[in-house]
């Protein structure tokens, strides 16, 4: 049996974040089976004229059959799938300062898209372990839900049979203390656990 490939990516840091706990764990996690899945990993710069382009580029050169997007969300106390990708750009400017203020992501695109990731059986199996979990309803108008949108757009558009979708994950101990914020944080082993977990789920799916 061909073994199938995750791509998993995260983000580098960005705002002020002096780190981003995405690309710890995507480098951790990337070379590694986990399950039924080889995992690609892949981090992509904090730029709306940059960022989707340069996934669907190594989207191109891996041909995986799932793609995991992880991006911080510092202030969030859980892991949180996110449901949904809205056509929209909005809010605080990027780390080359480009901004944008209410505005399409692909002008002729539809208004949004759901993730195809199995979320409830996600959040369901990280409850289970005891990593608190929801799904999320929002996924923001910033560079997350910029590249959820465009990986999903891109798989629609060329009629593809890949699930792909976007988690946030809240900050590590390290980046709560280095901040100097008051933000919840977990442990960068309960992060990976629960990342295999999340990993692990693909393969009772479909
Ligand atoms: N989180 C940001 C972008 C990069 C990241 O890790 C977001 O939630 O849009």
């Keep these: 049996m061909r073994q199938k490939k995750l791509l998993l990516t995260g983000f580098e840091p960005f705002l002020d974040h002096p780190i981003n706990p995405t690309e710890q764990i995507v480098k951790t996690l990337e070379k590694r089976d986990i399950g039924e899945y080889q995992v690609y990993g892949h981090i992509l710069p904090v730029r709306f004229n940059e960022s989707a382009k340069e996934l669907i580029d190594v989207f191109e050169e891996i041909q995986p059959d799932v793609v995991i997007s992880l991006g911080l969300a510092a202030g969030r106390n859980r892991i949180t799938p996110e449901r949904v990708a809205i056509n929209c750009n909005d809010g605080e400017p990027d780390n080359e300062g480009m901004s944008y203020c209410d505005q399409a992501i692909q002008p002729d695109g539809p208004a949004a898209y759901f993730s195809t990731l199995p979320l409830r059986q996600i959040v369901d199996t990280l409850q289970e372990h005891q990593f608190p979990a929801e799904i999320s309803n929002s996924a923001g ?46 442990s960068m082993e309960s992060l990976i656990s629960a990342l295999q977990l999340i990993i692990s789920c693909l393969d009772n799916d479909k």
């Excluded at 949108?149 to 946030?168: A, N, P, T």
């Design 141 to 186: 108008t910033y560079l997350c839900n910029n590249i959820m949108y465009q990986m999903l757009h891109y798989i629609d558009e060329q009629g593809l049979d890949v699930r792909s979708g976007f988690i946030h994950i809240p900050a590590s101990h390290e980046l709560t203390i280095q901040s100097r914020k008051g933000y919840p944080s977990w």
